[in-house]
């Protein structure tokens, strides 16, 4: 039997494509993944409690100015995994740009009992629906973060990193309402994993869905039928965790919402980066996209002066361009006049590869009687298990 046929048939057999491969890639984890966080917290966040039956079981840290005046914008911003709302603010530094530009934050925040890895479960039908799960707490701390500061319910934002830029798709979709516009950095699109195989098949790039499908999975997760967010996708083109052509995918499953054509209406360099910008029929930008060169998986920094509060460290690359900043000037956050100069560098060696970072989900509940699906499952979670990623 050739190699090509012996493949094939386990494949069929598994009815997982690459099931071998995924499982060891995870049990290669042990030694790669970073040690876990032991910074202190953050002790400008502050813990935002009481905002909801919060059903997906999250904890939120929120900050306000002290300056902040009556109807000011928020921005939601999910950490990305192995992450914590201060580890991830202190590299991307979101608080630091909320002095300057005068908007209010909250960091949802997973826990360890929801998912080992502190992932977001962006992928799990139970968490990426509208009514329940984690998309619904997020809601509430949106309504609760609004109501308690007398924050401009039509200036809502919402970014994450990886998992966390998954779940924001999640968000946008589910809840499109909510935001006036997101921005995903190395996340996927939305609706197109719903079982752990299918989130690493999505992450390697393998399609799961055309174009017009990936448009109708939004159109079909809420009864929205008004204007829809504005996007920014980020993400590097040596991503070896999430594929860059999931950002493609995004931008194809948003572009059907917006009606705007597959061609960009313009292309520039931004910082050295490749800057690609969709316009509706009203001239007004829509999506954007940044393909950052060379780039592995992780958040885009420019950790100078000009950019205060932002710090390289797992994940949070510094190659010369701050998605942070940049972002707020899409959603136009900056204030009049006061944008900060954005200095940029001049390409030197290509960036330092980030470690891959895998967005590892809970394991599904083992269903009552034994199937074929059941006994797969059991494989990826001892994979799981003796690569010390799930207890």
């Given at each position: 039997m050739?190699?090509?046929?012996r493949?094939?048939?386990r494949r069929?057999?598994?009815?997982?494509?690459?099931?071998h491969?995924t499982?060891?890639?995870?049990s290669?984890?042990r030694?790669?993944?970073p040690n876990?966080?032991?910074e202190?917290?953050d002790?400008r966040?502050?813990?935002?409690?009481?905002?909801g039956s919060?059903?997906?079981?999250l904890l939120?840290?929120s900050y306000?100015?002290?300056?902040?005046?009556?109807?000011?914008?928020l921005v939601?911003?999910?950490h990305?995994?192995t992450?914590?709302?201060?580890?991830?603010?202190?590299?991307?530094g979101?608080?630091d740009?909320?002095?300057?530009?005068?908007?209010?934050l909250?960091f949802?925040?997973?826990?360890?009992?929801?998912?080992?890895?502190l992932?977001?479960?962006?992928?799990?039908?139970?968490?990426a629906s509208?009514?329940g799960?984690?998309?619904l707490?997020?809601?509430?701390?949106v309504?609760a973060?609004?109501?308690r500061?007398g924050l401009?319910?039509q200036r809502v934002?919402?970014?994450?990193l990886s998992a966390g830029g998954?779940?924001a798709?999640v968000m946008?979709?589910?809840?499109?309402?909510?935001?006036?516009?997101g921005a995903?950095?190395?996340?996927?699109?939305?609706?197109t994993?719903?079982t752990?195989?299918?989130?690493?098949?999505?992450?390697?790039?393998?399609?799961?869905?055309?174009?017009g499908q990936?448009?109708?999975l939004?159109?079909?997760a809420s009864n929205?039928n008004g204007?829809?967010p504005v996007?920014?996708v980020?993400?590097g083109?040596s991503?070896?965790t999430v594929?860059?052509?999931?950002?493609a995918?995004l931008?194809?499953?948003?572009?059907g919402l917006?009606?705007?054509?597959?061609?960009?209406?313009?292309t520039e360099?931004?910082?050295?980066q490749?800057?690609?910008?969709?316009?509706?029929?009203h001239g007004?930008?829509?999506?954007e996209e940044?393909?950052i060169?060379n780039?592995g998986?992780?958040?885009?920094?420019?950790a100078?002066?000009?950019n205060a509060?932002?710090?390289?460290?797992?994940?949070?690359?510094?190659v010369?361009?701050s998605s942070t900043r940049?972002?707020?000037g899409f959603w136009a956050?900056?204030?009049a006049?006061?944008r900060?100069?954005?200095?940029?560098?001049?390409p030197t060696?290509?960036?330092?590869?980030?470690k891959?970072?895998?967005i590892?989900p809970?394991?599904?509940a083992?269903?009552?009687a034994?199937?074929?699906?059941?006994?797969?499952q059991?494989?990826?979670?001892k994979?799981l298990r003796?690569a010390g990623?799930m207890?």
């Open positions: 050739s190699c090509w046929c493949c094939h048939y069929r057999r598994t009815n997982i494509p690459g099931l491969d499982i060891t890639r995870l290669a984890l030694n790669r993944r876990s966080l032991t202190e917290p002790r966040l502050k813990a935002f409690e009481e905002f919060n059903p997906g079981d939120a840290r306000v100015p002290e300056d902040l005046g009556a109807g000011a914008p939601v911003v999910l990305g995994c992450q914590s709302a201060s580890s991830y603010n202190r590299g991307a979101w608080i740009a909320a002095d300057e530009h005068g908007f209010a909250v949802p925040e997973q826990q360890r009992a929801n998912n080992p890895n992932c977001f479960n962006w992928f799990s039908p139970a968490d509208r009514g799960g984690e998309a707490s997020i809601a509430q701390m309504q973060m609004c109501a500061h401009d319910g934002y919402i970014t994450g998954a779940m798709a946008l979709a589910t809840y499109p309402e909510l935001f006036a516009g995903v950095i190395a996340g996927l699109p939305f609706g994993a719903t752990v195989p299918e989130a690493f098949e999505r992450m390697r790039g393998n399609a799961g869905s055309g174009p990936l448009t109708q939004v159109r079909s929205h204007k829809w996007l920014s980020w993400h083109s991503d070896r594929d860059a052509s999931n950002a995918a931008i194809e499953q948003w572009r917006h009606g705007v054509a597959a061609s960009p209406s313009a360099t931004v910082a050295g490749q800057r690609r910008v969709w316009r509706d029929h007004a930008a829509v999506i940044y393909s060169r780039m998986h992780g958040t885009p920094l420019d100078v002066p000009a509060g932002e710090a390289a460290g797992p994940y949070m690359l510094d010369g361009i940049q972002i707020i956050l900056d204030r006049g006061d900060p100069r954005v200095v940029a560098r001049p060696a290509k960036p330092a590869e980030i891959s970072l895998i590892l809970c394991g599904p083992t269903p009552s034994p199937s074929r699906t059941s006994k797969v059991d494989v990826i979670e994979a003796s990623l207890n």
